[in-house]
């Protein structure tokens, strides 16, 4: 097979469209070949025909002019192609020329530094390594001091065993098997010894971790044209939740690959810290970590059928917001406890509802009349989303909930921090500073733009109409509600949004609207938990899920890609597990279908007959397994469906003051006071008041909002604050 340094096939090779290629095709196989990272890449040559007259010949494949065909070797996977991980590449543009008998083929490359930035931006300042806390694995080792300002540190290798006790131990491959070491039966059928292959090190300045059963004693060593018996070639991808505290570090955990339901089916799992939300609040610098720690898998064990998107909260914000804006990084999703992604106002409404409920209120209210205003079930989920909204910079003493101080993790030294009188260009803990890339950056104050607004908001519309409030209430609310100023301090005057920071919200996909690449992704959204009506109250509440259904219908006309799950707090292992085996099945069918079809139409067409909208209902006396109830999930209360009265969902404050479920409004027109809207007759003085509130207008939710426009592109490539260029597709 080898000669000259190379190796050769003699086989036919067809394109795409069946017709026999006349030079070699060189793709890509380990990311978009304009975002190469590390310096290597897995290169894919599909040989064109030759007769049988030329016999068999040798490819030469050149790296910038260096040969470097020794590297390539059969796919074992498809016949025709070789493959092969070229190294060396420079930074910036490289070439690739494959030359096989009499003709060549060429593939240009750019390549970055390991270490980032790619698309994402110039790096954020200050940043704090976190690597000498980072665990491997359960009762092991520490990952170690970091080597350099970039957080780096060698890639370390691992194997470990699964034992009876359902602990992960190390393994030692040259002694012998461990008595209490398990087997376990992968989705394909195979029987191995549950044996991990755990990958750890640093890319992007992120810890990254890759998990695949593997058999070192056994099997050869993990190579991209190497078959294991353990994994089933898929990957899953599992993110972190969170936002709070997620500023300004590398974190020391990632999305979890140890997750044994998962891998003991054989699917590869791959994660990174700042893949967790809680450590970087930024779905875009997620993304370009989740594009270079997937280049790593690929080049390290080979390419999979498809990638997976899991788990819950921060996880599901970034696997809607990857899904959509950079399509391709993932096949499938499974969000769960959801949110379509940081922006809404749900929670800084509620903390402008509980501040005026505590401190302003100029009339009497209980909290069961601030909660209908709200549109929350119970009061405590005005004080709960309060409480943990994680962009607050106030100093007023003695706040309940830990009020009082801005959420930074300890790592963070007091000394780099934001302050408005010790330093007012300290470290910011917003969403909108940490993604001063997307947003852009105010010349004026050297802060992030701010897509907020809440100009013509009537807060607690709907529960004056219903006669739940009254009209005292109502306007005593609208008078003294406030906003906030740009370092989130209470004030008596409405926030007044950013018009270039909403507009970049926009085009950027900071709002997640459904309009880019997850228009043709399929979806299992489930729910995970059921908080609606917890006394303590809880920001996983069921708008947000029905939120991103509507924002797939308003720009794509149905979402039928979208399933919708209700009840899995019942048991979230096995519901978790129902929901990637049909997605699995899912992705199987779309991938089997070669048709020139459009991706939604093929999405769509291949969605399993078993898979459908729904809830679990508990099992006979609570131990048997959950029972599926197969019905269209809509958000409504008790009364309204099957599902419904097992799992009702209630609304938000902007929902109450007439905004449309998609809830996508940042800054909505204006138009003038009607009486007609209110069902309670307004005297004068009571319109008077009233005007004051709103003199230029309320809102009219009947038209788009201020600043609202499409997606500008996906696979956006950012360059400076609020600068972005359309680099691929």
Same mark, same amino acid.
């Given at each position: ?240 939740? $969170?936002?709070?505290?997620?500023? /300004?570090?590398? +974190? #020391?955990?990632?999305? @979890?690959? !140890?997750?044994?339901? %998962?891998? &003991? ?48 909260? $921060?996880?599901?914000?970034?696997? /809607?917001?990857? +899904? #959509?804006?950079?399509? @391709?990084? !993932?096949?499938?999703? %499974?969000? &769960? ?393």
């Amino acid at each position: 097979v080898a000669g000259q340094g190379g190796a050769s096939v003699a086989s036919r090779v067809e394109n795409a469209k069946g017709t026999p290629a006349s030079a070699p095709v060189i793709r890509l196989a380990s990311s978009k070949p304009e975002y190469v990272t590390g310096g290597d890449a897995l290169i894919d040559v599909m040989l064109p025909k030759v007769s049988d007259a030329n016999g068999r010949r040798t490819l030469v494949v050149e790296v910038n002019g260096e040969d470097q065909s020794s590297a390539f070797k059969p796919d074992p996977m498809n016949e025709g192609h070789m493959i092969g991980l070229v190294t060396g590449l420079k930074e910036g543009g490289n070439t690739i020329v494959a030359r096989w008998v009499g003709t060549s083929g060429k593939l240009h490359l750019t390549n970055y530094p390991v270490t980032g930035p790619v698309f994402s931006g110039p790096h954020q300042k200050p940043y704090l390594c976190q690597t000498d806390t980072f665990r491997i694995y359960p009762n092991g080792p520490l990952l170690g001091a970091a080597t350099d300002e970039n957080c780096s540190v060698p890639t370390q290798v691992h194997y470990l065993y699964r034992a009876l006790d359902n602990s992960y131990k190390p393994y030692d491959a040259n002694a012998a098997a461990p008595a209490d070491m398990t087997t376990t039966t992968t989705k394909d059928g195979a029987t191995v010894p549950y044996i991990v292959r755990l990958e750890t090190g640093t890319i992007n300045r992120a810890i990254y971790q890759t998990a695949i059963l593997h058999d070192p004693k056994s099997e050869a060593s993990i190579d991209p044209t190497a078959t294991t018996k353990g994994w089933n070639k898929r990957l899953v991808y599992p993110f972190g939740g $969170g936002c709070g505290g997620g500023w /300004y570090r590398q +974190g #020391n955990a990632t999305g @979890g690959v !140890l997750n044994h339901d %998962i891998l &003991s089916q054989g699917y590869g799992l791959a994660s990174a810290s700042l893949n967790v939300f809680g450590t970087n609040c930024n779905d875009v610098l997620s993304a370009e970590t989740v594009m270079m720690v997937k280049e790593r898998f690929i080049e390290t064990v080979g390419r999979p059928n498809y990638t997976i998107g899991w788990s819950c909260s $921060g996880a599901a914000m970034q696997q /809607y917001m990857i +899904g #959509n804006n950079y399509p @391709g990084l !993932l096949d499938g999703i %499974i969000p &769960s406890c959801s949110f379509p992604d940081p922006s809404n106002p749900a929670s800084t409404d509620a903390r402008l509802l509980y501040n005026y409920f505590n401190f302003n209120k100029g009339t009497a209210w209980t909290q069961v009349e601030l909660a209908s205003a709200s549109g929350y079930w119970g009061y405590n989920h005005v004080n709960n989303q309060n409480s943990v909204w994680a962009n607050r910079f106030d100093t007023i003493a003695n706040r309940p909930n830990g009020y009082t101080s801005a959420v930074f993790n300890a790592v963070v030294p007091q000394g780099a921090r934001f302050d408005p009188v010790t330093n007012p260009m300290g470290a910011r803990p917003t969403h909108w500073d940490h993604g001063v890339n997307m947003f852009g950056r105010d010349p004026d104050t050297g802060y992030a733009r701010r897509a907020m607004d809440n100009v013509g908001v009537q807060y607690g519309l709907g529960a004056l109409n219903e006669g739940r409030i009254t009209k005292e209430q109502f306007l005593d609310l609208n008078e003294k509600i406030g906003g906030y100023d740009i370092n989130g301090t209470f004030t008596p005057q409405r926030t007044q949004g950013d018009p270039i920071g909403i507009a970049n919200a926009y085009q950027t996909g900071r709002i997640m609207l459904g309009n880019g690449g997850l228009a043709s992704m399929p979806i299992i959204d489930w729910d995970q938990l059921d908080t609606e009506e917890l006394p303590t109250g809880d920001l996983h509440l069921k708008f947000f899920h029905y939120m991103t259904r509507e924002r797939l219908i308003k720009s794509n006309g149905n979402a039928d890609n979208m399933v919708m799950w209700n009840g899995g707090s019942i048991n979230t292992a096995f519901i978790g597990m129902q929901a990637l085996a049909r997605m699995d099945e899912w992705l199987a069918r779309i991938e089997a279908d070669t048709t020139d079809a459009p991706r939604r139409d093929k999405v769509i067409r291949n969605k399993p007959a078993n898979l459908s909208d729904g809830c679990w209902a508990p099992g006979a006396s609570g131990v048997a397994a959950p029972v599926f109830i197969k019905e269209k999930q809509f958000l409504g209360t008790r009364g309204s469906s099957t599902c419904n009265t097992l799992y009702p969902g209630y609304s938000y404050p902007r929902g109450v003051a007439g905004e449309p479920a998609a809830s996508d409004i940042v800054k909505c027109e204006l138009r003038p006071i009607d009486a007609a809207d209110y069902k309670q007759a307004f005297t004068a003085p009571e319109l008077a008041r009233l005007n004051a509130v709103f003199p230029e207008g309320v809102c009219d939710y009947s038209k788009p909002g201020i600043g609202q426009r499409p997606l500008a592109g996906t696979w956006l490539h950012y360059t400076n604050p609020g600068e972005f260029v359309k680099k691929v597709d």
